[in-house]
């Protein structure tokens, strides 16, 4: 009987593939219903649930998962060699499962209408647009920069302990529910992961348990990376699956923020978007924008990269590969790169508007 139940577990895995592959050509029907119906309930729920504890439940999951996994495969290993279809049967039966509660619990939102279009929002823009934008965003950032530092030499260090900051991100989201209501964040559940040194050198930053909707980050990032970081992972917890609508949102509340260095920490990260694209354009016009940027935010721009560059080990590009197959398999078909596509939805976004 336990077997016929995992063969019907491990069949399974097919007509929910289809069914997924179905409802990724109804964006529509999966805004209405699942991201702005089921989703927030459910979600809601797991954060009420695991919100409160100061730990984060879902890494303890991960490494009771990662223990389990290699005790099977050892307790098993004569087993993997003499009977190959029922450990085939009991693997994919498992997988099964995983997948139902990955995209139960989080994953369609991969499918969901465009951020752009919920917002009116063009999905190109123009050069033009675009050193637009950049040169109103170097001058702000440069403002706020000297508002904190006086002296533009001198690089912003933030005044709060990692687990202050933590604290202090969701203020942003109470500020932009005013400008869209839908982006209200109520209960919190963020944390420093357990695997902050691993994830490091796996070469990231955060992310979302999609099991536990708890909000992960890498408790090792320079500071002056929390505020955006922070707001990034509540983007996705609030069921924005894309990274760069994430990343625009995450900005977004950044800016928003009361306090001036979560402003700070949002302007100079879509600054240095917007700069990136500038460079992948023109690399002299690049240099003519960049010189006109505060030397301070410059040294908080080589801060973050001198900090990963200390953590390369040589199998982070393979997990780097592996994320963004994860990410092209979600309907993001630029992969990792399709963090950069922020640019457009910052550009057309702050083209309109004052900054």
């Not at 050509?25 to 009420?48: A, D, L, M, T, W």
């Not at 879902?58 to 998962?65: K, P």
């Not at 930053?205 to 536990?212: K, M, Q």
């Not at 630029?334 to 457009?344: F, P």
């Amino acid at each position: 009987m336990l077997k016929n139940k995992k063969t019907i577990l491990a069949l399974s895995l097919i007509p929910q593939y289809f069914l997924i592959k179905l409802l990724s050509n109804y964006p529509e029907f999966v805004e209405e219903y699942y991201s702005n119906g089921f989703y927030q309930f459910i979600s809601k729920i797991f954060r009420y649930t695991l919100g409160w504890l100061p730990f984060s439940f879902g890494d303890l999951v991960y490494a009771f998962a990662i223990i389990y996994i290699i005790r099977w495969f050892y307790k098993n290993r004569k087993r993997l060699r003499q009977d190959t279809k029922n450990w085939f049967i009991d693997v994919t039966s498992a997988f099964s499962i995983i997948y139902f509660a990955f995209h139960l619990f989080w994953g369609l939102n991969y499918y969901r209408m465009p951020l752009h279009k919920n917002l009116n929002l063009n999905a190109d823009y123009t050069t033009e647009q675009l050193i637009f934008v950049t040169e109103k965003l170097i001058e702000q950032t440069n403002k706020i920069h000297l508002e904190i530092t006086n002296n533009d030499t001198l690089k912003v260090e933030i005044p709060f302990s990692k687990r202050d900051i933590l604290k202090l991100a969701p203020n942003g989201y109470d500020n932009l529910k005013e400008i869209f209501p839908h982006l209200e964040y109520h209960p919190k559940s963020i944390k420093k992961s357990l695997f902050s040194y691993p994830l490091t050198y796996m070469g990231f930053s955060g992310y979302l348990n999609p099991l536990t909707n708890e909000a992960q980050i890498d408790g090792l990032i320079p500071s002056y990376k929390f505020p955006t970081t922070s707001s990034h992972e509540i983007a996705h917890q609030l069921g924005y699956a894309a990274e760069n609508e994430a990343n625009f949102i995450g900005c977004l509340a950044a800016i928003n923020h009361d306090n001036i260095y979560f402003k700070y920490a949002g302007y100079a990260f879509a600054l240095r978007f917007c700069l990136n694209e500038i460079y992948n354009r023109d690399e002299c016009l690049f240099e003519d924008m960049v010189a006109d940027v505060n030397k301070g935010i410059k040294k908080n721009y080589e801060e973050v990269r001198l900090f990963w560059e200390t953590h390369q080990n040589p199998a982070e590009p393979y997990f780097k590969i592996f994320y963004s197959n994860f990410l092209k398999a979600n309907k993001q078909s630029k992969g990792m790169e399709s963090y950069s596509y922020v640019v457009a939805l910052l550009t057309n976004y702050f083209d309109e508007k004052s900054l």
